[in-house]
């Protein structure tokens, strides 16, 4: 029986196989990969050019090389020597399949982890670690295999594509995305939302958009976990106390029944606020916040509402995977581009995977000197490590080593300045088309029975 992993390849000194890729081990070890795919069964028996421990790697750099189809991938990945072939697309097809998604999701698992520390800048908040939930929507490719994922619908009909709903737990501080959940369009994020509860730190002060409110979710997370969440108007909430920074007690509870008869009920601390800048989005509307730190001395509320804008990094967040990570380009209209489900799979913990890589190189780089992370450029941070990934040296640990510490230095070249006083309007700049919208009867159109000349017919 040959060693798990063992590959056709030729090998560097440190026996990577994709000896371009050499250099993400300093965040994911070779090690570590081979003991996840022995966990999820996935034991080489017989010596071939694609074994797991290859399709492991091929399937991280996909995450980084998002503008290359799969066969570039691999060429990018590995050293070219002579007289070597590279695979097929379709031997690299069929390699994905029989490699699956649960070894990425257990390397995602045991990999991706919050890195701040309590001197990192902006990532606590009086001892809590700041985390955010919050939601995004992928497009998916229209093929037969996907359909089955739903579609946003408005007033112009459906949407283009297939879509994936997902709900991450992002740590605002660094901009990890410690876990994340997915389903298809019609799934409600609150229902992703409770599939990541148990990886919320025990530390955490967790903020959430009003979306995410419900008096169920409330009873499981507040006993744990500190919360500040938005709220909309509809919410009833009788001040039951006032408190010194104009904040107020006051109950929830499950349904109106069981508030006139005063059952069931959780106190919360209200803080309720407008804004008199006319330029800034949401001026003149009053703006609720939910929180079970009641303590108004400790936790003032001025000081709640300002952090709670936090928030929006979670947002920064999916910009950086949608639009930096992986920005749309001519041959690629969706955000992902897997065409089966197990595919997307793959796909979605791939650039997470990925993401991860580069906000931990971004936090090793900006710690030594105290820097915070926000004052990097990701797209840039990225560029380098995408443009320095292929000189990565094996040699030596000496040479690795000194290719790492370079790294990180031209990283922190990539600065960016403090970020001003913003509006954020929301609107876009384009809206409509003149072009007909795609409906279902354009998709999967049946092949041409004649050829152009067949259908010409001259006038005379």
Not at 98 to 107: F, K, Q, Y
Not at 194 to 204: K, M, N, Q, T
Not at 216 to 231: A, F, G, P, S
Request: aromatic content about 8%; proline content about 5%.
């Amino acid at each position: 029986m040959f060693e798990q992993g063992c590959s056709r390849l030729t090998a560097s000194e440190s026996g990577c196989s994709l000896d371009r890729l050499a250099g993400l081990e300093k965040v994911i070890s070779r090690q570590l990969v081979l003991e996840v795919l022995r966990d999820c069964g996935k034991v080489q028996r017989h010596a071939c050019t694609l074994s797991y421990e290859v399709m492991m790697w091929v399937m991280l750099a996909m995450g980084l090389l998002t503008h290359l189809p799969i066969r570039q991938v691999f060429r990018h990945a590995r050293y070219w020597r002579t007289g070597e072939d590279t695979p097929a697309r379709s031997s690299l097809c069929m390699a994905r399949q029989r490699l699956g998604s649960e070894p990425l999701e257990r390397l995602h698992a045991r990999v991706v982890r919050p890195l701040a520390t309590p001197q990192t800048p902006g990532a606590f908040y009086r001892g809590l670690r700041l985390m955010a939930m919050d939601g995004t929507v992928l497009d998916a490719p229209d093929c037969p295999a996907l359909q089955g994922l739903g579609r946003s619908s408005g007033s112009r009909g459906e949407a283009p594509f297939p879509q994936v709903r997902k709900v991450s737990l992002i740590e605002l501080g660094t901009h990890v995305e410690v876990a994340f959940a997915f389903d298809g369009w019609n799934t409600d994020e609150r229902t992703l939302a409770r599939r990541l509860y148990a990886s919320i730190p025990e530390e955490a002060l967790l903020l959430k958009d009003r979306g995410f409110f419900s008096y169920e979710d409330w009873k499981t997370l507040h006993e744990r976990h500190k919360l500040l969440l938005r709220v909309g108007a509809s919410l009833v909430l009788q001040p039951v106390e006032r408190l010194s920074d104009d904040s107020f007690l006051a109950k929830i509870y499950p349904n109106s029944w069981d508030r006139h008869r005063d059952r069931n009920g959780i106190v919360v601390r209200v803080i309720e606020y407008t804004l008199d800048d006319p330029q800034r989005t949401g001026h003149g509307e009053v703006h609720r916040l939910l929180t079970n730190l009641l303590d108004a001395d400790q936790f003032p509320g001025l000081e709640l509402v300002c952090l709670y804008h936090e928030r929006w990094e979670a947002e920064l967040v999916f910009d950086e995977q949608k639009t930096d990570q992986d920005p749309c380009r001519a041959e690629k209209t969706t955000n992902l581009r897997s065409q089966t489900i197990a595919g997307l799979h793959q796909e979605l913990y791939a650039v997470s995977l990925a993401h991860f890589v580069v906000r931990a190189l971004m936090f090793q780089a900006a710690e030594p000197i105290g820097l915070d992370v926000d004052r990097l450029s990701f797209t840039g941070c990225f560029r380098v490590l995408q443009c320095r990934l292929p000189e990565c040296s094996t040699h030596t640990p000496a040479a690795l080593q000194g290719w790492y510490q370079a790294l990180l230095s031209e990283m922190r070249e990539e600065r960016i300045p403090a970020r001003a006083n913003r509006i954020n309007p929301r609107v876009i700049k384009r809206k409509m088309s003149r072009w007909l919208k795609a409906q279902a009867a354009h998709r999967q159109l049946p092949p041409l029975k004649k050829t152009f000349a067949q259908t010409v017919v001259m006038k005379t």
